[in-house]
T-cell receptor, first 115, second 111 residues
Framework: KAGVTQTPRYLIKTRGQQVTLSCSPI?????VSWYQQTPGQGLQFLFE???????NKGNFPGRFSGRQFSNSRSEMNVSTLELGDSALYLC??????????????FGPGTRLTVL | GENVEQHPSTLSVQEGDSAVIKCTYS??????FPWYKQELGKRPQLIID?????GEKKDQRIAVTLNKTAKHFSLHITETQPEDSAVYFC??????????FGTGTRLTIIP
């Protein structure tokens, strides 16, 4: 079974631009969560989608948004990029999104650099 | 919401010695505590987890202990090997909520 994939793997943008990242979950998984990983801050939860609906949301500004398609693929968008948005963005998929019962599998991440 | 604190942020141990990483959580309703290992340049992977109805769980050289009263849980790695070098993250959730992660511990095994 193919793992979670993310595209692109690397991105370089300038301040003020916007960016769209993509995540393809493991086949059959309906939940996709997004995390921002920065040195010293660990993994910070952005949002979770299940069956095309946002089910949970972290404490990030409205510049961060996402969506999920009927095939469970998910995208996240960051508008008006700031230098502080430079990070590794990880997505994780699971069957139901309930960590207590279903393991989350992470993708390789997209490394975003904002200049 | 849940808040997870993790210590230490960096840890160096001699190969063959034991390593212990500790986490505390704030939400007494949290009932699931996984640990993830992230090797350099790779994705985080679940290595062990524990539910609130048990106090300890072992899997070969790794073990996790949970003290619900004190709201802390720990990862223990015995007989450390070079391949144990990685960043380790603890996390907590009350089951139907999102995972809240600690800030990570960079473990270095010294040959």
């Amino acid at each position: 079974k193919a793992g979670v994939t993310q595209t692109p793997r690397y991105l370089i943008k300038t301040r003020g631009q916007q960016v769209t990242l993509s995540c393809s979950p493991i086949s059959g998984h309906r939940s996709v969560s997004w995390y921002q990983q920065t040195p010293g801050q660990g993994l910070q939860f952005l949002f979770e989608y299940f069956s095309e609906t946002q089910r949970n949301k972290g404490n990030f500004p409205g510049r961060f948004s996402g969506r999920q398609f009927s095939n469970s693929r998910s995208e996240m968008n960051v508008s008006t990029l700031e230098l502080g948005d430079s990070a590794l963005y990880l997505c994780a998929s699971s069957l139901s999104g309930r960590a207590v019962s279903d393991e989350q599998f992470f993708g390789p991440g997209t490394r975003l650099t904002v200049l | 919401g849940e808040n997870v604190e993790q210590h230490p942020s960096t840890l160096s141990v001699q190969e063959g010695d034991s390593a212990v990483i500790k986490c505390t959580y704030s939400d007494s309703a949290s009932n699931y505590f996984p640990w993830y290992k992230q090797e350099l340049g790779k994705r985080p992977q679940l290595i062990i987890d524990i539910r609130s109805n048990v106090g300890e769980k072992k899997d070969q050289r790794i073990a996790v202990t949970l003290n619900k009263t004190a709201k802390h849980f720990s990862l223990h790695i015995t007989e450390t090997q070079p391949e144990d070098s990685a960043v380790y993250f603890c996390a907590a959730t009350r089951g139907n909520e999102k995972l809240t992660f600690g800030t990570g511990t960079r473990l270095t095994i010294i040959p």
